[in-house]
């Protein structure tokens, strides 16, 4: 009965850019299969109501659907897209930005001892089946778009709420380690800000290990862990999405675009766009030319 209600409150308040009157709260809508896209993941709880969803990251596939959720932990360039959707039936998702420094202070709360330990790096991405607790307070968090008067007092205690049902659920090792300081997840979001504000510089791995505060094996460990890729794969990844978006712009410069996201060498930068995204740059540019990219979801 929840799911069904949580359906018909995201059809009613679903907006074209999936935000919605409470801070951190998104609502997703699709009324159509799209080809696989790439945009960033952000760090979020997507939790699907109606229709279906695949992600990709690296060489690792994650399918969810209506009562399933995911959970992104750290902000990864991903490639997905809507596998079930249409006019008659579209597909539907809740969306909740995960806050570290508000997970970090509901663990603070929490009574030592109350929660598993935290071993390893998990994967930045992962997918469960949702209990009926979160799918109601979802529900109750969207029943306060239509009684605004509300949103201040109550969509707090219900984010709380949400995020208390994911640190004690079964992706509870991934959220947790969003809330704490010197998480292995932690440190490896460190590296990723880094990689991806200089993608243009070539870097050696040690510094960024360095800089993210592990030992190099440590590093490539925990980061492959959390990423699906190594370092210089990532790089790559940003690099090629960032291109795209230029090309969509600038169509007729594709040596420009190359340089301008890091590649001295056009084959290289045409070889590697190639296999990345199915087509050569300037055959990619005909086609974003003729047709908009598909817009960056508002969530997973």
């Known amino acids: 009965m929840s799911l069904d209600e949580l359906r018909g409150l995201l059809a009613r308040h679903a907006r074209p850019d999936g935000s919605t009157a409470i801070d951190g709260v998104l609502i997703g809508r699709a009324d159509q299969a799209h080809l696989p896209s790439a945009s960033m993941s952000g760090t979020v709880l997507a939790l699907i109501a ?164 592990m030992s190099l094996s440590a590093f490539y460990r925990n980061f492959q862990a959390v990423t699906a890729m190594s370092p210089i794969q990532f790089q790559k990844q940003i690099r090629l999405q960032q291109a795209r978006l230029l090309l969509a712009t600038h169509p007729d410069d594709v040596t420009g675009v190359g340089h301008a996201v890091g590649y001295d060498s056009p084959s290289q930068f045409s070889r590697e766009y190639r296999r990345h995204f199915g087509a050569p740059p300037s055959q990619d540019a005909t086609r974003l030319r003729r047709t908009a990219l598909t817009p960056v979801p508002a969530m997973p």
């Open 50 to 213: 109606q229709g279906a969803k695949t992600l990709a990251l690296g060489d690792r596939v994650y399918e969810y659907r209506a009562g399933q959720y995911l959970i992104a932990s750290v902000d990864l360039p991903v490639t997905g897209h809507y596998t079930e959707a249409s006019r008659e039936r579209p597909a539907l998702g809740f969306g909740l930005v995960l806050e570290p420094a508000a997970i970090a202070e509901l663990l603070l709360d929490t009574p030592p001892g109350s929660l598993p330990r935290t071993h390893g790096a998990p994967s930045a991405l992962a997918v469960s089946d949702a209990p009926v607790e979160l799918v109601d307070a979802a529900v109750r968090m969207l029943r306060l778009l239509e009684t605004p008067r509300d949103i201040p007092v109550l969509a707090p205690m219900i984010k709380r709420e949400i995020l208390w049902r994911l640190v004690t659920g079964e992706q509870g090792e991934t959220v947790r380690q969003v809330g704490l300081a010197d998480s292995n997840i932690a440190h490896v979001s460190r590296a990723v800000r880094w990689i991806r504000d200089n993608y243009r510089e070539a870097f050696r791995v040690e510094e960024v290990a360095q800089l993210s505060g």
